[in-house]
Each structure stands twice: as structure tokens, then as C-alpha cells.
């Protein structure tokens, strides 16, 4: 089985900056895709950023500016900088991955972790 972890999440006032980590661990062959997804009380899931184990990636427009995603491939972790934070911001964060677990020819498979939550205070 294939866990994900994060952490870094807590409380921020408005143009303050986190850090949030996600490392994966268990039985994990490749992560094509690790990324970081937000939901807000009453809202839905949405994207936050992604990247590939190439280095490729790709950014809300919400947060593009102020949020950098990277990626140890080496440690299967996968970070995102937030800065400039604002209260929108506020949500659970968790991080999702795209992982083959025995090999290339592996169908890849979706895991999420538990959500870390940030509060962005005005």
C-alpha cells in the first residue's frame, strides 16, 4: 500500500508564507504526478499545483505568482512555497500522486493523503 503524508499546514496572517511537504512511502515503483489540491469549507476540490517527475508543471491561475511546487524525486516528497498568502487561501491542502507500484508497465494509480489545513487570517 502506498501512503501519503503531509505536513508544513497551520495558521498564517494575510502575506505570510508556509512551506507544505507530502512524502510518499510504501510500495511505489514511479510517481509520474505528484501535486497539490485545496478544498475550502463549502466548496469543491480544486487544483492547486502539479508537477511531473520530469519537472514539468503547472499552476492554478489563483496562486500562480505566489506558489512554487518542487519535487525530491529521490525522497518520493514533493513541496509547495506558498507566498503572499490571502485568506481565500484557507483550506485543507492534500496532496495526490500518480504512481506506478511494481513497474513501467504498472497502471497508475491515484493516492491522496490526509489534508494538512492552512488558515490564512486577515
Known amino acids: 500500500q502506498v501512503h501519503l503524508v503531509e505536513s508544513g499546514g497551520g495558521l498564517v496572517q494575510a502575506g505570510g508564507s508556509l512551506r507544505l511537504s507530502c512524502a510518499a512511502s510504501g510500495n511505489i515503483f514511479s510517481i509520474v504526478t505528484m501535486g497539490w489540491y485545496r478544498q475550502a469549507p463549502g466548496k469543491q476540490r480544486e487544483l492547486v499545483a502539479t508537477?511531473?517527475?520530469?519537472?514539468?508543471?503547472n499552476y492554478a491561475d489563483s496562486v500562480k505568482g505566489r506558489c512554487t511546487i518542487s519535487r525530491d524525486n529521490a525522497k518520493n516528497t514533493v513541496y509547495l512555497q506558498m507566498n503572499s498568502l490571502k485568506p481565500e487561501d484557507t483550506a485543507v491542502y492534500y496532496c495526490?500522486?500518480?504512481?506506478?507500484?511494481?513497474?513501467?508497465?504498472?497502471?497508475?494509480?491515484?493516492?491522496w493523503g490526509q489534508g494538512t489545513q492552512v488558515t490564512v487570517s486577515s
Open positions: 495526490k500522486a500518480d504512481i506506478r507500484q511494481v513497474s513501467f508497465i504498472s497502471p497508475l494509480r491515484q493516492y
Open positions: 508537477a511531473t517527475s520530469g519537472g514539468s508543471t
